[in-house]
Nanobody, 124 residues
Framework: QVQLVESGGGLVQAAGSLKLSCAVS????????MGWFRQAPGKEREFVAA????????YYAGSVKGRFTISRDNAKNTVDLQMSSLKPEDTAIYYC?????????????????WGQGTQVTVSS
């Protein structure tokens, strides 16, 4: 009934750019946080970025701040992640997720709906 579908992943060289998109269906995102997480091989899932219902309120992991931009279109129930200056260490499966407006932003366990993930591979 609730579906989050990521798209836009792929293979890119270091210093390149990719834009990930996430479409939400079966759920209104009003007053919800939209976030992106990633999981690299052999590592735990980590927070990347989040945006509040008020789109100007954003939060980024220190490792991506200044390189990634999260945005949302509330009318379309979509959230994007524009990634630039990509590094090999950005290689991971990227997941779109959402949570109620309250609670911690960076803890994966607080997000109640997740997408299937999209692979981003950055070559050196």
């Amino acid at each position: 009934q609730v579906q989050l579908v990521e798209s836009g992943g792929g293979l890119v060289q270091a210093a390149g750019s990719l834009k990930l998109s996430c479409a939400v269906s079966g759920l209104t995102t009003i007053n919800r946080i939209m976030g992106w997480f990633r999981q690299a091989p052999g590592k735990e899932r980590e927070f990347v970025a989040a945006v509040a219902w008020t789109a100007g309120t954003t939060y980024y992991a220190g490792s991506v701040k200044g390189r990634f931009t999260i945005s949302r279109d509330n009318a379309k129930n979509t959230v994007d992640l524009q990634m630039s200056s990509l590094k090999p260490e950005d290689t991971a499966i990227y997941y779109c997720a959402t949570k109620p407006m309250w609670g911690r932003l960076t803890y994966a366990s607080t997000y109640d709906y997740w997408g299937q993930g999209t692979q981003v591979t950055v070559s050196s």
